[in-house]
């Protein structure tokens, strides 16, 4: 059934009349069916604990924008300009909410309001960067504020880019200062769902119930003449239902049915990479020192970022044809086939995700067009300029964009009525592409030349040369990786200032430019930045870590099932990020409860695990704890019967300090650091995710360096026997 527009002004109230779009409605309440979408999404795994929080935390805003509202009313200078927006995703939301913030009428039409949660399953968390945070602040303080609230702040932190097989830094970012040294917010990262709502529900506190209308599939528009000649527009639905504007902004996404139309048809550009993504437990040892890092391969990558909560988020890039599906139950399966050989961070974060819980998607881009709108219709968002997500900026864009858009709206339509003439509108778009073309295409072109930096990385020389590859063995460090690294260190301070910053000009008076007195490192001092940025064993040393060398192998079929005990490891990994304190409670959380929750989500995991704490050892010499490894029965690592290792092989030895050396005892047959082998007698700087061999190479065992948060400190890993950890426990805690 459809209503005409008298009757939908009827649905809607005052604030229907007030906007006055002739918009034919179906019957059904846009705030039920977001309701209803939220109710599903509550459910999920990848949301729910944010959803939670978030509902206690907003709740007199939530009560605001679901009560029966009698909107405000608009600018009376402003009489009727109508401004149709095509997809209620990042872009659209906020434009909505820029435009509403101006006194300037809009309708959002939005295909499937369950959309724009099935999407954040999709994408997960999205991270929000300083210049859209700022942006975002001067469009609408409200819900800026909630976004700043609600969002994990990652930019307070180390990040950057490390090798993936090794784990090593390869060039950190400081993303803070160019941030606090502009007055702008740090970035976070947020659920994408989480985002979406605070937005939509700032629309419907100002534009009211309706404002967002879902079952609403743009498929075409058409330009109309209206009263005295004026150009309308009018954006057609599946259905047939029509929807007349002043303007149509087509905030569609990356297959934009607007953008189609406008633009003929431009093929959309495969990445080359297909995507596989999850969210999990775990928390990672330097939680408290890094934010996110991306791991580099060749043909493959790998991104892991905090998320809050005690969760992390991660990408797993590859490169391969697009359209390729996995067996039922087989993507971690194929993932730890392809990553398996990487160092810890990635690998046992794969493992710490339940299986249901990864995700697969082919990554698209559009080539750049400089043309972004035609007559009284825009592009805006992935429609206009959809990216690589390698910069994170996509959506940040999308939000740069709707306060240009709305800005240039706003003073052309107040002109107007003080002219009492029609609002220019071919002017505006122009205006609002001009200044945005320049930004965007040099962001998009970094996002490309970072997905082109991250998946042809080559750590060593011999890499992908075939028959050559066995020079790889000889570790020389690859010219590409030398040159690029050296090039990134001296060019990202200045590009992460531009991608940051290069915005907030637009800004001023728009907002207060203030960095929040929150907006500072939490686990250290603002001046230890740089000392972190210097030295990759300072980041160590600050870790609220233990150190383990633990081996790992698959366990045979009949292994016993995890005992209460270690599954209570598991529940820990939901704790949250933080200190210590919060983790040993939660660690010795009843047991019953924490075995519920873990039996389903990690059993499927057939590993066995052995190894000891490094900085734990009992045996002291000087100011170093010492830990023997050897086939003797007294050893601190024992290794297994059958090993050509001596009875007392090496020592490791921790100064106390995180800083850890191996000496070799001697030993006739051996001793192996990332397959290296170290001279007979000699003493070695041991680094994390170094392996380490005793006795032969390839040994029966691979020793394996790892810092483990202190939260996970259990007595469960001896170095003397295998034991059967559930994969989410042993994931976590090794
Ligand atoms: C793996 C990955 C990670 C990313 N990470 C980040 C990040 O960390 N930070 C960042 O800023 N960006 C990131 N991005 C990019 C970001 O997701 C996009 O740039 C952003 O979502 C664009 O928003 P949009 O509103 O233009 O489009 P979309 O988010 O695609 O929204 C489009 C909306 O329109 C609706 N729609 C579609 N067709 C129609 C139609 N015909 N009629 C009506 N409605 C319709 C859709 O249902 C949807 O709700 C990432 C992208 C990917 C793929």
């Not at 990042?90 to 959309?115: F, N, P, Y």
């Not at 003929?264 to 596989?276: F, I, L, N, V």
């Not at 993507?331 to 995700?359: C, M, Q, S």
């Not at 992908?464 to 030398?482: A, N």
Request: hydrophobic share 40%; net charge neutral; proline share 5%.
């Amino acid at each position: 059934m459809q209503l005409q527009t008298k009757s939908a002004q009827s649905t809607l109230g005052r604030h229907a009349q007030l906007q006055a779009i002739p918009v034919v409605l179906k019957p059904t309440a846009s705030r039920a069916s977001f309701s209803q979408a939220a109710t599903s999404v509550a459910q999920a795994p990848v949301s729910s604990s944010r959803r939670d929080r978030r509902a206690t935390v907003v709740a007199p805003a939530a009560a605001v924008a679901s009560a029966p509202t009698s909107p405000q009313p608009f600018n009376e200078l402003l009489p009727g300009f109508r401004v149709v927006i095509a997809g209620a995703g990042i872009s659209g939301l906020t434009l909505a909410l820029a435009l509403l913030k101006k006194g300037i009428k809009v309708q959002v039409l939005e295909r499937d309001l369950t959309a724009i949660r099935g999407e954040g399953k999709l994408r997960g968390p999205i991270q929000i960067q300083s210049n859209a945070l700022a942006a975002l602040e001067a469009i609408d303080p409200q819900a800026a504020e909630e976004v700043l609230h609600q969002g994990c702040i990652t930019g307070d932190r180390i990040n950057g880019l490390c090798d993936g097989v090794s784990g090593d830094w390869y060039v950190k970012f400081d993303t803070f200062h160019p941030a606090a040294d502009k007055g702008l917010p740090v970035t976070r990262v947020i659920n994408r769902v989480t985002l979406q709502e605070i937005l939509a529900d700032a629309v419907e506190r100002i534009g009211g119930p309706g404002t967002i209308q879902g079952s609403m599939h743009v498929v075409a528009y058409e330009e109309v003449k209206g009263a005295g000649g004026k150009k309308e527009v009018v954006a057609v639905m599946e259905d047939g239902q029509r929807v007349v504007g002043d303007v149509l902004v087509g905030t569609d996404g990356i297959w934009s049915k607007i953008r189609k139309q406008l633009l003929g048809e431009t093929p959309a550009h495969y990445s080359e990479y297909t995507c596989y993504t999850g969210i999990s437990d775990y928390v990672p040892a330097d939680i408290d020192v890094v934010g996110y890092r991306v791991f580099l391969g060749n043909g493959q990558y790998f991104v892991s970022s905090d998320v809050g909560e005690g969760k992390m988020q991660w990408y797993a890039f590859h490169k391969e044809p697009p359209s390729g599906t996995d067996e039922p139950g087989q993507r971690k399966a194929r993932l730890l086939k392809l990553f398996g050989h990487w160092n810890y961070n990635v690998v046992d974060l794969i493992k710490a995700t339940p299986e249901e819980d990864v995700l697969r998607r082919d990554i698209y881009d559009r080539p750049p067009v400089f043309k972004w709108f035609d007559g009284n219709v825009a592009l805006m968002g992935d429609s206009a300029h959809a990216m690589q997500p390698n910069l994170g900026q996509g959506g940040c864009m999308a939000i740069e964009d709707a306060f240009e858009l709305a800005n240039d709206l706003a003073s052309a339509v107040s002109d107007a009525a003080a002219k009492r003439a029609n609002v220019e509108v071919a002017g505006v778009l122009q205006h609002y592409q001009n200044m945005r073309m320049v930004r965007v295409s040099a962001i998009h072109g970094m996002a490309g030349m970072a997905a082109f930096m991250a998946s042809t990385y080559k750590a060593y020389l011999g890499e992908g040369l075939g028959p050559l590859s066995f020079i790889e063995d000889y570790h020389i460090p690859h010219p590409g990786r030398v040159v690029g690294q050296a090039i990134l260190k001296l060019t990202m301070p200045g590009v992460l200032a531009w991608v940051l910053g290069g915005n907030t000009h637009h800004l001023e008076g728009a907002r207060n430019p203030q960095c929040r007195i929150g907006d500072k490192p939490r686990a250290f001092q603002e001046s230890e930045f740089g000392l972190f940025m210097r030295d990759d064993d300072a980041l160590w040393e600050r870790a609220n870590a233990d150190w383990l060398l633990v081996a790992e192998r698959e366990a045979p079929a009949a292994a016993t099932a995890p005992t209460p005990r270690q599954q209570v490891l598991v529940g820990a990994g939901s704790s949250g990020r933080g200190g210590s304190a919060t983790a040993t409670a939660t660690v010795e959380a009843p047991v019953a409860a924490a075995t519920a929750v873990a039996a389903p989500r990690f059993g499927l995991a057939p590993y066995e695990y052995k190894g000891v704490y490094l900085n734990l050892a009992d045996s002291v010499e000087g100011r170093n704890k010492v830990t023997i490894v050897g086939t003797s029965s007294d050893c601190g690592v024992v290794l297994e019967k059958g090993a050509k290792a001596a009875e007392r092989h090496a020592r490791i030895m921790c100064n106390g300090q995180g800083r850890f050396e191996l000496e070799d005892m001697g030993s006739s047959a051996g001793t192996w650091v990332n397959g290296l082998r170290i001279e007979r007698g000699a003493t070695v700087q041991l680094h994390a995710g170094d392996v380490l061999e005793f006795g032969s190479h390839p040994a029966p065992e691979r020793f394996t360096l790892k810092l483990q948060h202190k939260m996970y400190r259990t007595d469960v890993v001896k170095g003397d026997a295998y034991q059967r950890i559930s994969t989410g426990a042993m994931s976590q805690t090794a």
